[in-house]
């Protein structure tokens, strides 16, 4: 593999871990909306 391999490999898991934290903080936000953290 190049190292621009390693790259797009890396950006993709990136990807796939911001996608996972973000579906998971708007299932619990629901209950608590960020405006009342604030």
Same mark, same amino acid.
């Given at each position: 593999? #190049?190292? +621009?391999?390693?790259? @797009?490999?890396?950006?993709?898991? =990136?990807? +796939? @871990?911001? @996608?996972? #934290?973000? =579906?998971?903080? #708007? *299932?619990?936000? *629901?209950?608590?909306? +960020?405006?009342?953290?604030?």
């Amino acid at each position: 593999m #190049t190292s +621009l391999d390693y790259l @797009i490999v890396g950006l993709y898991a =990136v990807v +796939l @871990i911001a @996608i996972a #934290t973000f =579906v998971s903080k #708007t *299932k619990s936000g *629901k209950r608590k909306p +960020l405006k009342n953290i604030s």
